[in-house]
């Protein structure tokens, strides 16, 4: 009782993610002074970190890069709450984008408990399969475990600080998921445990360089731009004024072109109905 206590206590101070635990005012336990989400933005990830995938097979982490972007995802599989919560909001999300696992995009899920076992990540391999719907998930999203060293190497790389908890036997961590491009570099950060299938679509075609995206797409990311800060997209006020300044242009052209066809139609009837004089000084008309 008094493990999953503190477990809970730990999820719900962390449930917020990294921007809420810098800008607490009330003092932080000691643990959760440990722990971190910080944006490398550009940054690259170690691509020759060895883990050993959910079949057991030892792989390098550059395996999963190449072709696509790829959603990363840290989280330690006998988590009791917040994981479970980052990797469900992460389904949901998803689902929600209108992209595709394996057709646009790859995830990988790193376990940063290095007791966690491949027996573990086939397990829960098999819940997010089943939750995403989509049995051909199975073939692009991965489930690695590894030693510390290498788990390490990678939540440096993207500035993912957590802490082992003795008492409850459980570690202290952030909650939030990074996009990388196809070669490996960190292109963006969501934070909280609930993210948006707009903003994990917008996420995903500028990490690919828009090689999935739509025209629609387009003017979604000329309106929206990503506030690093929030770690979301918001509106782009500036491009929202722009565009009016241009329709209010184009409205006065318009207007002013309706103006001058108005005038013209209406000197055409006046010169009809006026009467001409003929040459021998009789009227016509």
Not at 67 to 86: E, F, G, H, K, N
Not at 125 to 138: G, I, L, W
Not at 146 to 169: L, M, N
Not at 177 to 182: G, H, R, S, Y
Request: hydrophobic share 45%; charged share 20%; net charge positive.
């Amino acid at each position: 009782m008094r493990r999953a206590g503190v477990s809970v206590l730990i999820g719900c101070m962390l449930l917020a993610g990294a921007p809420a635990l810098s800008s607490a005012a009330a003092p932080l336990p000691p643990i959760l002074t440990k722990v971190t989400f910080e944006q490398r933005l550009n940054e690259s990830v170690p691509l020759d970190a060895a883990f050993h995938d959910e079949d057991g097979h030892e792989v390098k982490l550059g395996k999963y890069f190449g072709a696509q972007p790829v959603v990363l995802v840290m989280a330690y599989y006998r988590c009791p709450m917040l994981c479970t919560q980052v990797l469900n909001g992460l389904v949901e999300g998803l689902r929600e984008s209108g992209l595709t696992i394996g057709k646009d995009f790859r995830v990988v899920t790193i376990s940063f408990d290095p007791s966690d076992s491949p027996r573990m990540a086939v397990a829960k391999k098999a819940n997010y399969v089943r939750a995403y719907a989509d049995p051909r998930a199975a073939a692009d999203w991965h489930f690695l475990t590894g030693t510390k060293e290498s788990i390490d190497r990678v939540a440096q790389a993207i500035g993912f600080r957590y802490a082992y908890d003795e008492a409850s036997d459980q570690y202290a961590h952030a909650a939030g998921i990074v996009v990388l491009t196809p070669g490996g570099k960190i292109s963006r950060y969501f934070y909280d445990v609930h993210y948006s299938g707009r903003d994990l679509r917008l996420g995903l075609v500028e990490a690919s360089q828009n090689r999935i995206g739509t025209a629609i797409d387009q003017v979604l990311l000329f309106c929206f731009h990503y506030d690093p800060t929030a770690g979301r997209y918001g509106a782009a006020v500036m491009n929202f004024v722009r565009v009016g300044g241009v329709l209010t242009v184009i409205g006065l052209l318009v207007f002013y072109m309706a103006l001058m066809r108005g005038e013209r139609r209406r000197r055409g009837l006046l010169a009809a109905a006026v009467p001409v004089v003929r040459a021998n000084g009789e009227l016509t008309g």
